[in-house]
């Protein structure tokens, strides 16, 4: 018999073998990808609404756009270094063991964000504790808990919890933006900060977790160790996969960190700046549903060039929005960028699930790092560049490199870039 809730066990009788004859991404398979997808929207969105608070707050505590986008690397680097752990924990412990804590550790660095007014304080609320928060209640644990649960409609299955981060961005960033304009940016963490509070005894209480923690196909064996076996680390896969990650974060962060104060600075109105922002976000859920459903039926490589060309696309068309402001530019940029962004997620998570099936969670953890280095990297230069050129268009260029580099794993590693299923290299 295996734990129920950590889903560590033997794979022989009906838990592997699944229902026959049924769909996965239906019933409890469904309301799994709902949960993670809940999560996702929570972590990410509230998260990465950090760019709706850049000009309030540097405007009212007098920051410079550097100091506190580099409270934004923090969070970010807080965020990636803490993947791994949560991603191994929840293969030990199970999803309630992560969950849970992060919840409320997320919540209090909210809180004290409202309540901030020295660096050091951006430091350790906004920057560390919700950096952990949202490493502990991402996809770091929500891929392994559906990979117990799903085989088949594996990519298809990550994309709708991926999905949580466009409708996370659409109604997060505009709602805070909404509250910072009649009550203020105080108000606006303090609110997202009580809301976290109070949903973490609320899901402790509410979910079946051994249920959720079963699965269908639950791991073969329960990792030896916290961390993955350093074989893992050192295969051309694993590295491909955590440059593709990285080099993407470091494209959509050096562009999405300065959009609002970069549209309202064009002369649009901070909501609307706010709101362009969040449909970018939004759109997402186009590309990271399709590019999932895409890749399985077409092949990873010509689907995922074509994502990362228009991304690059997307960059090109915001920088001559500089030149020519006006509504036709910035409804192409969101719908180029915005239906592109996230969409490589789905696609890197199904291949670690597949490639790694004892160490999802933790595996997924450590190439976070990548992501959590990319996104720093990609908002502090961004508002290191502005400080340093007065304009965007460093920025913009480092953008549109980082889409490059992060495509040619996929052509230069033939085991995540090919559709085949074979060994790993070593």
Do not use: K
């Amino acid at each position: 018999m295996g734990d129920p809730e950590t889903g560590a066990g033997p794979t022989s009788g009906p838990a592997a073998a699944g229902p026959a004859g049924t769909r996965e991404l239906a019933g409890a398979g469904l309301a799994v990808v709902a949960l993670c997808f809940g999560m996702n929207m929570l972590a990410r969105g509230l998260g990465e609404s950090f760019a709706v608070f850049l000009l309030p707050v540097t405007e009212d505590l007098g920051w410079s756009r550097g100091a506190f986008s580099s409270v934004y690397a923090i969070y970010m680097i807080s965020q990636g270094l803490a993947a791994p752990l949560a991603g191994a924990l929840f293969d030990r412990f199970g999803a309630r063991a992560v969950w849970i804590p992060s919840l409320m550790l997320f919540g209090a660095g909210l809180m004290i964000a409202s309540v901030m007014d020295a660096l050091w304080m951006a430091v350790v609320g906004p920057g560390i504790m919700v950096g952990i928060g949202v490493a502990g209640t991402g996809m770091a644990i929500g891929a392994g808990l559906i990979a117990r649960w799903f085989r088949a409609e594996l990519t298809l299955a990550m994309a709708g919890a991926y999905a949580g981060l466009s409708v996370g961005m659409i109604t997060v960033a505009p709602a805070a933006a909404l509250v910072i304009e009649t009550e203020g940016w105080r108000m606006a963490y303090r609110i997202m900060g009580l809301a976290l509070l109070a949903a973490g005894p609320i899901l402790l209480i509410a979910l079946p977790w051994a249920r959720i923690g079963a699965g269908r196909w639950p791991a073969r064996r329960r990792p030896g160790g916290l961390f993955p076996p350093l074989r893992i680390l050192r295969e051309r896969a694993f590295l491909g996969l955590f440059v593709a990650l990285s080099m993407t974060a470091v494209c959509t962060w050096s562009v999405l960190l300065q959009l609002v104060a970069y549209l309202t600075e064009l002369g649009y109105s901070p909501l609307a700046a706010a709101t362009a922002y969040g449909v970018v976000g939004g759109l997402s859920i186009v590309g990271i549903l399709a590019t999932g459903w895409l890749a399985d039926r077409f092949g990873r490589r010509p689907v995922l060039t074509a994502s990362f060309a228009m991304s690059g696309l997307g960059v090109v068309v915001l920088w001559a929005l500089s030149a020519a402001p006006g509504m036709a530019l910035l409804v192409a940029f969101i719908a180029i960028f915005g239906c592109n962004m996230g969409s490589r997620g789905p696609v890197v998570t199904a291949l670690v699930a597949r490639l790694y099936p004892d160490n999802v969670g933790a595996v997924f953890g450590m190439i976070t790092i990548g992501l959590g280095l990319g996104s720093a990297l990609g908002g502090f230069a961004s508002g290191l560049l502005h400080d340093l050129t007065g304009g965007y268009g460093a920025s913009f260029a480092l953008a549109i490199a980082a889409a490059g580099l992060g495509l040619a794993p996929f052509w230069l590693v033939p085991s995540i870039g090919e559709d085949r299923r074979g060994a790993l290299e070593d």
